[in-house]
């Protein structure tokens, strides 16, 4: 009963419920009813809830940054809210909320702008609905502003810079809601928020058509104006043309892989891209194409051209007024006009022809034949076989190439090159070898020929072709010739060695050889000597031919032993044995040094003009020594030489000069003066000795005398030679220069002086004489002449004219044998007059420079060899006059000094020391020299 009870109590309450809940619903069903049927509903009075998330950031030094997370609400969606702001620089104002901004609706953020720089703001923020409803604020949140900062520098966009037609310039600043101004006529803009005080406020781009500076600032509220930009647009419209085309290659020929730098200038800087080129006339081929190397970026391009096999022209110019075509590339000026292409007409003033004087020559020469000098026949070993390669034209050899033959035993025998440089004909000196043998000597195949580590270049430095006719073919050595080799076996004995040594002499020994067919006592011997080095004596042919003195022993059987006198003290020599079988045969034992032992030196000093009385300078004391007097005055412009062959065979020479008709020999063994015959003609002053080789002098007889006088040292006699040219004579500063390099190698070129421009060049082969050149400037008292012995500048000669030329005037000439050229040179900075010396520095701070004394002054000048200019040096002791003479030191407490006699009646010397350099007194001379003085050393 209870549980029915209870159970049905549960029902009745069930029942009620749902009744309940079903009407209620029912009401709501008859309310939404209402509301579609324009019955109005009831007020929205419920706020939205209060934004959640709020966070604050600061956006600069003016800026707040602020977010929430949207608000939700009964009756209006989230994009009909709006936010009010409560901003206070105090924390807790805004518990009593006061609205500072209000933001649109649906915002979840909002930057609060116009603030006060490193200032801390306090926030809160509610949501309001559409009906007006009002959440709660949210709690406090805050953000600092940054410090004030700077404007960032307005930028030009295109940059500034050259351009070829008119330009719309963009103005910007990377800091977000600055403002510009700018200025177009070099003024400097002025940023007055909002305005600009001067200057333009920027809006579109500025257009410039024409040269304009532009200036820019930037500024915003809250921060500091920015720098200054400033640029300058150059608006140029006119293309780049070329005004001259050279190269810095050097004048002359050229052969085979040179490279040759042309330069082509243009009226303004130009900007490259990819490779144009410059079509060269080249003859075969015609045209070659010349890339562009370098240049870009200024006024001049560079076109590297490299000779190739063929290429020949007499002048290299381009092919014609369009030669230059940019193949692709582009050639522009900095505004990006492209550049007028066109060039002078090849050999036209500005073009390369005109301008350079380059000859191309890469056309290689070619063997033509090979053949002998010597006649048909037999020959055995030592014997020379003169071997001629003939090519097409004349070639240049350095090295020592090799041709090489057949020869039996051994196999091969490479035979090097000996003469014929300078020549289409080159020379291969074969000395057959024991055991050599060949029917028909020929090379060993058709490239026999080879370099050997030399080269073998025609004048414009090609490498010639060095393939030879088949071995036995037409223009072999085979077929040319029929030259057979037959030789013997000599044995050679021990080597040569050197007994009882003494200054004047010496014991030269050998072993005695053996042969497979001669007795030993029946072979003969020869001994020979060199004076210079062991090359003149070291094959059988050099040691045979030697003859006169240096044929010491003249094959002499069963002699192993020889005692040689008549040396010069302090010498080294050179020695050779020949020894010659029955057949002969001849062996050659390898040559050998010795010197003899030393005496002490001194330096013969013979005073000049009036004085009788020579002088010797003793080197290890520094001191003089009187001599036995001369029996004539020595005289002015007298000269001297040693005579190494006929009756004045090792004697000096003397010729007196200054109108005398005297002449003498100096013995160097017994250390006298022995007076000569006579001579017919007067030696004047300014007398001149021009050696002409084989001991032959040529003596131009000074003053303004004409007709000369040739030394015949076979005699000693003189006779007279070709005259001069009428005016020729030398007087006042004449000097002789010899001829060592270029195309008149091996002649003398003589400067006249006599106050005139003459020079002389005299062909020892005659002698015969032409006048090459007249100088710029007359020829005095006190001209010398220096040739410069390293350096860029080797090989020439610089003349000081001498005399009392004015300081500043071109004084000075240099003479270039290569070129063959006698120029003006650069002017001293003082006055060259009478005694003016010159000598080479070889040590010391100056080594390689010149040092010139000045005559009739303490004065002296270095000539810097590269620059070919003059500074000033330094002092002299005492003046230097006329008749000053100098020589080197090479012993004693001053060696590598030069010591110097500065003459004209004084007993003053001075003392060169080039490691300072400067110049100190030297030891008076007994005896005052005066007028030219001449010296030689003695052993």
Known sequence: MFTSSIMRIVFLFLSVFFISLSCRNFGHFWEDKKDTQGVIS???????????????????????????????????????ILYEICQSTISGTCATFTVAFTTSAGATNFSATGLLSSTTYYYRIRAKDAAGNASME???????????????????SPVAGTYSSAQAVAISSSTLGSTLCYTNDGSTPVCTLPTCSTGTLYTLPVSVSTTTTLKAIACKLGDSDSTLASGVFTIDTAPPTVVNVTSSTANGTWGMGQTISIQVTFSENVNVTGAPQLLLATGSPAVTPVNYTSGTGTNTLTFNYTTVSGNSSPDLDYTSTTALQLAGGNIQDAAGNNANLTLAAPGAATSLGANKNIAIDAVQAVVTGVTASNADGSYIAGQTINIQVNFSKSLTVSGTPQLLLATGTPATTPVNYGSGTGTSTLLFNY????????????????????????SINDTAGNPAVLTLP??????????????VVDTGGLVLGAGISFTAITPTGLTVNWGAATDDITPQPSLMYKLVKDNSAPANINTVPLADAKAGADLLMNWTANTVNFM????????????AVLVKDAAGNMALYTPASQATSALPAYRLILIGSSSKIPQKYEYSTGTFIAMTALPYNAGSAGFNFKVNSGVYNGLQVMFYGGSSKHLETYDFISGTFTPRTDITWTIASNSLGIPLGSDRWLILRGSTLTDTLLFDPATGSIS???????????????NWIPITSGPQAGKILVVNGQNAKNTTLIDPSGPSYTNPFTLSTNVYYGGTACTIPTGANAGKTVYIHGGATGTGSINTSVFDPVAFTFNPGTSLPANAADGTLCFPIDSGPQAGNIMVLLGNSMASVILNTSTLTFTAGPSLPNTIFTGSHQFKLTAGPNIGKTFIILANATTNTAIFDPSVPSFSSGPPLPVAANYTCQSWDLP
Do not use: C, R
């Open 138 to 156: 949210t709690t406090e949140f805050t953000a600092t502003t940054s410090a004030a900062g700077v404007v960032n520098t307005p930028v030009f």
């Open 42 to 80: 009831p007020p929205d009075t419920i706020p939205p809830s209060t934004p959640s998330a709020p966070s604050a950031t600061t956006g600069g030094s003016t800026q707040i940054n602020l977010t929430w997370t949207a608000s939700t609400d009964n009756a209006s969606m989230p994009s009909a």
């Open 720 to 734: 007279a030679s070709t005259s001069l040219p009428a005016g020729k004579g030398t007087d006042f500063g004449a």
């Open 431 to 454: 000395t057959v070898a024991a055991g050599n043998t060949a029917v028909d000597l020929d090379y060993a195949n058709s490239t026999a020929l080879s370099l050997a580590g030399g």
């Open 470 to 483: 088949t071995p036995a073919a037409l223009n072999s050595l085979g077929v040319n010739k029929n030259i």
């Open 564 to 575: 040689v006198s008549g040396l010069t003290a302090a010498t080294t020599y050179h020695f």
